[in-house]
């Protein structure tokens, strides 16, 4: 009889399972794409760029339990930062990704120190107002933005001085894919440490947080301000994949959409942005060529339907559906 | 030794024009075992919430080990040393119960802000989770949601997590309330295992289990210490007697 010792870690994450396995699949996918589907490599490109958007905004309503309507402004921030540099000659993408990322924090640091004293509708509304202040800012700011005709003249210098980015769009599937890769690997890293578990607490009850001597601000500020760096990575990418900035980079539209894609792929999940965003982005394409004038009907009436019939998004009806399979099984 | 490990001077609190707590002096010394009874709506948990901080006081102070931590919040006291369980259950109710402990643990021992290393490498942090769980007898339901415990056991996680913090001064309010009284025995099992520089105030309305725990009782009535002593005493004292038994001026019985 084989003996089992005990591992003195039982039950702490979840066991391989199936689903665990099935999650892995979207980076497969991903990798394959140019040869399956050549010439989708500059749309794929997007969606790679919207899902860490959705993956930096994850870590904030899926784990930390802030709920923003104002993730676009940290996005555009980014964004901006890149495009205006590539347009002053510094045209580095790895470097202006990081000045993006920097100052994208900078701006998460200084909304966070202001805003997240606060809680639920009052949140809400001011993280919709630091969007609009950023927004407005860019509009108004014609010499350096380009205003509402967008950031015209960007253009970025070869990845790593060897990968130019061309015509087709290959160079940029891949850079993006690359990036979206290590900043999966370390969103993954951080829910499950520590930190990570200290931010579910919050978001599960944050009265006994402080009871157990968490401080509370410092936990949701640190992780407002990388959640910031990582959406203002998503909008430098973004412009150096489009080589473009448009307002829209800062718009509440985007705001709205981001957080539509996340919970239509389920929060809190870590693989949620990689299943809601890739549907949406498929189905606003569908709808859009359907009736070009309503298609936001169709996309409200989706959003109905998955968030009265199926809180947890996609991935929670999948993981619900297995659940029930099991028990069957057990049975 | 005689220097109080957790002190309060003229500590009053109002809600309102309604003074809750008035001006109360109380002292708890090191590993003293200490009930404080008193009827419903005496005060009792609002005397907890202004020791850890929840509240704050009207007037007076709070000194732990002689030190004024009046100002302090309550996540800064925590740190300091005082632990304490809740009236009403709060718990991480979609957390696993060893998650629960964890996150205490982590909060303890400063692991907690730790960014990137995985949960799983902090095998003395997760080796003391279970121990604290084998203490309160939960370490069958480890993997289970907190919310899916019975009420019972959810008294006893939320007696570990308190545990976790490795309090000097431990606050349990009601930790029996919900417990079959049959087995309101494992909680003096728990308390008799800890050790003995902790200072430990109970509050609970199972007279049973104060009378058996408390080596002092002090009883709140309607914000003001009454009387204090040992419970051969308080069980003898007619002031007492009358609050509790009596024609019900003060409040209602309380042992229900």
Request: proline share 4%.
């Amino acid at each position: 009889m084989k003996i089992v010792t005990a591992s003195p870690i039982p039950n702490l994450v979840a066991p391989f399972t199936i689903i665990e396995v099935l999650k892995l699949l979207p980076w497969l996918a991903a990798a394959a794409l140019p040869l399956v589907l050549p010439g989708y490599e500059p749309l794929a490109t997007q969606v790679f760029v919207m899902i860490l958007f959705a993956l930096s905004l994850d870590l904030l309503v899926g784990y930390a339990g802030i709920v923003t309507l104002g993730h676009a402004g940290l996005f555009g921030v980014g964004g901006y930062t890149a495009g205006i540099l590539s347009v002053h000659g510094f045209t580095d993408p790895i470097f202006t990704a990081l000045c993006a990322m920097v100052l994208a924090a900078v701006a998460g640091l200084a909304f966070g120190v202001a805003i997240l004293r606060t809680k639920g509708l009052t949140l809400l509304m001011l993280t919709m107002a630091s969007a609009f202040l950023l927004y407005e800012i860019a509009n108004k700011a014609t010499s350096l933005t380009g205003g509402e005709d967008g950031l015209q003249g960007v253009s970025f210098a070869p990845v790593l001085g060897l990968f130019e980015f061309d015509f087709r769009g290959k160079t940029a599937f891949f850079y993006t894919l690359v990036v979206l890769f290590f900043v999966f690997v370390f969103v993954r890293a951080m829910i499950h440490s520590p930190f990570g578990w200290s931010l579910r607490g919050i978001r599960e009850n944050d009265a006994r947080m402080v009871a157990i001597g968490c401080p509370i601000m410092r936990r949701r500020l640190i992780v407002y301000v990388i959640s910031a760096a990582l959406a203002g990575l998503a909008g430098a990418l973004q412009a150096q994949s489009t080589q473009f900035v448009a307002l829209y980079s800062l718009s509440f539209e985007l705001s709205g959409n981001i957080l539509i894609m996340l919970i239509l792929g389920g929060s809190g999940r870590l693989y949620g942005a990689f299943v809601g965003v890739p549907v949406f982005m498929f189905a606003q394409d569908l709808l859009a060529k359907q009736d070009p004038a309503n298609w936001f009907l169709g996309q409200g009436i989706v959003l109905i339907v998955m968030v009265t019939l199926a809180p947890g998004g996609i991935l929670g009806v999948a993981e619900r559906t297995i659940d029930a399979i099991k028990q069957r099984r057990k049975a | 030794m005689d220097t109080a490990m957790l002190e309060t001077r003229g500590l009053s609190c109002s809600f309102g024009s309604n003074l809750v707590i008035a001006d109360v002096n109380f002292t708890l010394r090191p590993g003293e075992r200490r009930a404080l009874i008193g009827p419903n709506g005496a005060g009792k948990t609002t005397f907890i919430n202004l020791l850890t901080g929840r509240l704050r006081p009207w007037s007076g102070n709070v000194l732990l080990n002689g030190v004024d931590i009046t100002d302090l919040d309550e996540a800064r006291r925590i740190r300091l040393g005082i632990g304490r369980t809740f009236q009403i259950t709060s718990l991480f109710p979609r957390m696993t119960v060893r998650e629960n402990v964890f996150l205490a643990v982590a909060e303890c021992e400063g692991i907690a802000g730790n960014l990137l290393r995985s949960v799983l490498s902090y095998g003395r942090q997760v080796a003391r989770v279970d121990e604290l769980l084998h203490r309160v007898s939960l370490s069958d339901v480890g993997h289970v949601p907190a919310q899916l415990l019975p009420y019972g056991r959810q008294r006893l996680l939320e007696i570990a997590i308190a545990l976790a913090l490795r309090p000097k001064v431990l606050l349990l309010d009601e930790p029996a309330a919900g417990i079959p009284t049959a087995e309101s025995h494992i909680i003096l099992d728990i308390l008799a295992t800890l050790p003995n520089e902790i200072a430990v105030l109970l509050i609970d309305h199972d007279m049973d289990l104060v009378f058996r725990f408390a080596q002092q009782i002090s009883v709140l009535v309607q914000g003001s210490i009454l009387v204090e002593g040992a419970p051969s005493d308080i069980a003898a004292d007619q002031r007492v007697r009358e609050v509790y038994l009596g024609d019900n001026k003060h409040g209602r019985p309380a042992a229900a």
